[in-house]
């Protein structure tokens, strides 16, 4: 057999049958569900008189709409409510595996999957939700799916596909102090373009990804969306197994060993064919941020705020010109120094244990700036709960941060955390359009380590001068 | 999804290009968490004035075009956002067959994903059937998908094109989900090979 890839191989295991016109009925593993989504698509199955097909492999949880205060209280906005309580419903008559909101495991789904070992190595993966990308951290094929698709799953535990084109990034060698996941993640972006992924799936490789924990593995993966591709993954590995190794609906003893000897065979073999392969220095990559409203619009932290008149496109000119003006800033100033407004950490990109720890590194015995607002949204209340434990959260505390419950949060304003317009943040998502985090909000992605930085300096600073 | 073989029915006419989805159904009320129910603000801007009341002018305000089933209207129905909400607030209202002389892409698939049947025919044709329309109850289309034509009220018959493959989804109402179904056999086959080579894949059961 021709040499192939991760994906390949995922891919290959998982056709059911190569239909004549080329699309494949490709079998799913793990159907992931949340509250803004799933509700059409139960009534789909609800009208037409079909069953969930495998209530087994599919798994249900809140986040995207949820408060993250106290949840004693009952849920203010209706449509919020509305939706939540009728996931729960929809749960109830399905037989679906579900996370409510006040359980400790509740979380953000891209969190909780891994976090439960309920995304494992080699398996397909999908969620009504563009960031599902993230499970390919474990070694997995996982995307994100349209409403009517996530019906379509429901029924049939498949979906029609036809495969993606194969791309290597390649990042080798080993990254500098103070340089993280999301450095290296916005540096790729910015080196590829927000289309440079279009039509691919992203294989990330080289030292300096097999050198992440899965936490940054999970980051990488995330933004491979904001990089245009369809999913990215990670080929799994000694960390991987580690990682996966105990965790509640992993497999166990005898059961985990065989796993492990087969998803070694799934690494890209050889001399497998990439339509696309980039390499990338991990020793130039610094501590980086976006400026404009675009992920592609990165800059190292100690840069200059590009200017629009030595762009010689005329459309991308007009782009920047327009960018410059809504996050109100100038062409050729330096971008530290740059004060904001709230400081926002958290989203499935980077509220994981680690990145935690690394705001925590930089917030220890300093106050946040007089007048930031700074907030902590850990990724999953056992996220909230391990911190605590350790102590992080009187670190964030004594500081001045807001300490919250888990959920999307800010990241997307679905719930009451939004930015107010001109409000500039400095936050560890992974989307700066205008208005994401709230009409008329300036959003700075960044790391959570810069965020941190950001928060005790009141702008926009280069972490590595804290620690 | 219900099957579409012939339809006789009130046509309204909606003589105007680009109506997006926008029109069809106002982003606002996307925040719902039913598919069904949409059709009572299908084209809400203009069926209902500023405090709630209808529109008495506009054709799906009056009688028989209250209860169509047929629309027509001009060039490129159903461009702008993909929402696939559109589709379903013009079935909650009644409507099965949409004929245009063009359409936007993604509307016309989900068109046909929800059981609509869109016909594009020429402009002056579209002109045609319009007048039609207006004449009320005693004027009903008649579309016979199996033959492929649309009748006039005097009995004339207006043949038009459809992929063979979506002819036959319409005529036996089948989905998406309901064709992968077809290959219910081949999804258990492997679903059993799995059982055997990877036998220590887990399933999620919370107690
Ligand atoms: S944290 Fe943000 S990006 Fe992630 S799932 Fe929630 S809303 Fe989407």
């Given at each position: 057999?021709?040499?192939?890839?991760?994906?390949?191989?995922?891919?290959?295991?998982?056709?059911?049958e190569?239909l004549?016109?080329?699309?494949?009925?490709l079998?799913i593993?793990?159907?992931l569900?949340?509250?803004?989504?799933?509700?059409?698509?139960?009534?789909?199955?609800?009208?037409?008189?079909?069953?969930?097909?495998?209530?087994?492999m599919t798994m249900?949880?809140v986040?995207?709409?949820?408060?993250?205060?106290?949840r004693?209280q009952?849920?203010?906005?209706?449509?919020?409510?509305?939706?939540?309580?009728?996931?729960?419903?929809?749960?109830?008559?399905?037989?679906?595996?579900?996370?409510?909101?006040l359980?400790?495991?509740?979380?953000?789904?891209?969190v909780?999957?891994p976090?439960?070992?309920?995304?494992?190595?080699?398996?397909?993966?999908?969620?009504g939700?563009?960031?599902?990308?993230?499970?390919?951290?474990?070694g997995?094929?996982?995307?994100?799916?349209?409403?009517?698709?996530?019906e379509?799953?429901?029924?049939?535990?498949?979906?029609?596909?036809?495969p993606a084109?194969?791309m290597?990034?390649t990042?080798?060698?080993?990254?500098?102090?103070?340089?993280?996941?999301?450095?290296i993640?916005?540096?790729?972006?910015g080196?590829?373009g927000?289309?440079?992924?279009?039509?691919?799936?992203i294989?990330?490789?080289?030292?300096?990804?097999?050198?992440?924990?899965?936490?940054?593995?999970?980051?990488?993966?995330?933004?491979s969306?904001?990089?245009?591709?369809?999913?990215?993954?990670?080929a799994?590995?000694d960390?991987?197994f580690?990682?996966?190794?105990?965790?509640?609906?992993a497999?166990k003893?005898?059961?985990?060993?065989?796993?492990?000897a087969?998803?070694?065979?799934?690494?890209?073999?050889?001399?497998?064919?990439?339509?696309?392969?980039?390499?990338?220095?991990?020793?130039?990559?610094?501590?980086?941020?976006?400026?404009?409203?675009?992920?592609?619009?990165?800059?190292?932290?100690t840069?200059?705020?590009?200017?629009?008149?030595?762009?010689?496109?005329?459309?991308?000119?007009v782009?920047?010109?327009?960018?410059?003006?809504?996050?109100g800033l100038?062409?050729?100033?330096?971008?530290?120094?740059?004060?904001?407004?709230?400081?926002?950490?958290?989203?499935?990109?980077?509220?994981r244990?680690?990145?935690?720890?690394?705001?925590?590194?930089?917030?220890?015995?300093?106050?946040?700036?007089?007048?930031?607002?700074?907030?902590?949204?850990?990724?999953?209340?056992?996220?909230k709960?391990?911190?605590?434990?350790?102590?992080?959260?009187?670190?964030?505390?004594?500081?001045?941060?807001e300490?919250?419950e888990?959920?999307?949060?800010?990241?997307?304003?679905?719930?009451?955390?939004r930015?107010t317009?001109?409000?500039r943040?400095?936050?560890?998502?992974?989307?700066?359009?205008?208005?994401?985090?709230?009409?008329?909000?300036?959003?700075?992605?960044?790391?959570?380590?810069?965020?941190?930085?950001a928060?005790?300096?009141?702008?926009l600073?280069?972490?590595?001068e804290?620690? | 999804?219900?099957?579409?073989?012939?339809?006789?029915?009130?046509?309204a006419?909606?003589?105007?290009?680009?109506?997006?989805?926008?029109?069809?159904?106002p982003?606002?009320?996307?925040?719902?968490?039913?598919?069904t129910?949409?059709?009572k603000?299908?084209?809400?801007?203009m069926?209902?004035?500023?405090?709630?009341s209808?529109?008495?002018?506009?054709?799906?305000?009056?009688?028989?075009?209250?209860?169509?089933?047929?629309?027509?209207?001009?060039?490129?129905?159903?461009?702008?956002?993909?929402r696939e909400?559109?589709?379903?607030?013009?079935?909650?209202?009644?409507?099965?067959?949409?004929?245009?002389?063009?359409?936007?892409?993604?509307?016309?698939?989900?068109?046909?994903?929800?059981g609509?049947?869109?016909?594009s025919?020429p402009?002056d044709?579209?002109?045609?059937?319009m007048?039609?329309?207006?004449?009320?109850?005693?004027?009903?289309?008649?579309?016979?998908?199996?033959?492929?034509v649309?009748?006039?009220p005097g009995?004339?018959?207006?043949?038009f094109?459809?992929?063979?493959?979506?002819?036959?989804?319409?005529?036996?109402?089948?989905?998406?989900i309901?064709?992968?179904?077809?290959?219910?056999?081949?999804?258990?086959?492997?679903?059993?090979?799995v059982v055997?080579?990877?036998?220590?894949?887990?399933?999620?059961?919370?107690?």
């Amino acid at each position: 057999m021709a040499p192939r890839t991760l994906f390949d191989k995922i891919w290959d295991h998982h056709v059911v049958e190569t239909l004549p016109d080329g699309t494949s009925i490709l079998y799913i593993d793990r159907h992931l569900l949340h509250e803004v989504t799933s509700p059409q698509a139960f009534e789909g199955l609800r009208l037409a008189g079909r069953k969930l097909r495998h209530p087994e492999m599919t798994m249900a949880v809140v986040d995207h709409n949820v408060p993250t205060s106290d949840r004693t209280q009952p849920i203010e906005e209706p449509e919020s409510r509305n939706q939540i309580e009728t996931l729960e419903r929809n749960v109830k008559e399905f037989g679906v595996p579900y996370f409510p909101l006040l359980s400790a495991s509740q979380g953000i789904v891209h969190v909780v999957g891994p976090e439960q070992g309920i995304s494992l190595p080699g398996m397909t993966i999908v969620c009504g939700d563009s960031h599902t990308s993230t499970h390919g951290a474990m070694g997995s094929l996982a995307f994100g799916i349209g409403t009517s698709e996530v019906e379509h799953v429901m029924a049939t535990q498949t979906l029609l596909q036809r495969p993606a084109k194969n791309m290597r990034v390649t990042v080798e060698g080993q990254t500098g102090p103070g340089v993280s996941a999301k450095d290296i993640m916005l540096a790729i972006i910015g080196h590829i373009g927000t289309a440079g992924g279009t039509g691919h799936v992203i294989e990330f490789a080289g030292s300096a990804i097999r050198d992440l924990d899965m936490a940054g593995r999970m980051t990488i993966c995330n933004m491979s969306i904001e990089a245009g591709a369809r999913a990215g993954l990670v080929a799994p590995d000694d960390t991987t197994f580690a990682y996966v190794r105990n965790r509640p609906f992993a497999p166990k003893g005898e059961d985990f060993e065989k796993a492990v000897a087969f998803w070694r065979t799934l690494a890209t073999d050889p001399g497998a064919h990439f339509d696309k392969d980039v390499t990338l220095r991990a020793e130039d990559i610094a501590p980086s941020l976006t400026w404009g409203t675009s992920p592609e619009t990165v800059l190292p932290i100690t840069g200059t705020v590009p200017d629009p008149a030595l762009e010689a496109d005329e459309s991308k000119r007009v782009q920047m010109q327009r960018m410059l003006e809504y996050m109100g800033l100038e062409a050729g100033q330096k971008i530290a120094g740059t004060p904001v407004d709230v400081v926002f950490i958290g989203s499935c990109t980077n509220s994981r244990i680690e990145d935690l720890r690394a705001a925590a590194q930089v917030a220890a015995g300093r106050k946040v700036a007089e007048g930031v607002r700074a907030m902590i949204v850990p990724g999953s209340g056992l996220v909230k709960r391990q911190a605590e434990e350790e102590g992080l959260d009187r670190i964030f505390l004594d500081a001045g941060f807001e300490w919250r419950e888990a959920g999307c949060s800010m990241c997307l304003g679905m719930n009451p955390d939004r930015l107010t317009p001109g409000q500039r943040c400095a936050s560890t998502s992974n989307r700066n359009f205008e208005g994401r985090q709230g009409p008329g909000g300036r959003t700075h992605l960044l790391s959570p380590a810069m965020a941190a930085a950001a928060a005790v300096t009141g702008c926009l600073t280069d972490a590595r001068e804290l620690v | 999804m219900e099957k579409f073989t012939t339809l006789s029915a009130v046509a309204a006419a909606l003589p105007e290009d680009n109506i997006d989805t926008d029109k069809i159904i106002p982003a606002r009320f996307l925040k719902t968490t039913r598919r069904t129910g949409l059709g009572k603000h299908a084209f809400d801007s203009m069926r209902y004035r500023p405090d709630g009341s209808e529109n008495p002018d506009f054709i799906l305000n009056q009688e028989p075009w209250r209860h169509a089933e047929i629309l027509v209207t001009y060039d490129n129905l159903g461009c702008g956002s993909s929402r696939e909400h559109a589709p379903w607030a013009l079935l909650d209202f009644g409507i099965r067959c949409v004929i245009a002389p063009s359409f936007a892409d993604i509307f016309f698939n989900n068109c046909f994903k929800n059981g609509i049947l869109p016909i594009s025919l020429p402009r002056d044709v579209c002109e045609l059937l319009m007048a039609d329309s207006s004449m009320g109850s005693n004027a009903r289309l008649t579309i016979d998908l199996p033959r492929q034509v649309v009748i006039r009220p005097g009995g004339e018959e207006v043949p038009f094109e459809i992929d063979p493959f979506r002819k036959h989804m319409l005529l036996e109402g089948l989905d998406d989900i309901g064709q992968t179904l077809q290959h219910e056999s081949e999804i258990k086959s492997y679903e059993q090979k799995v059982v055997g080579e990877r036998p220590w894949m887990p399933v999620i059961t919370l107690d």
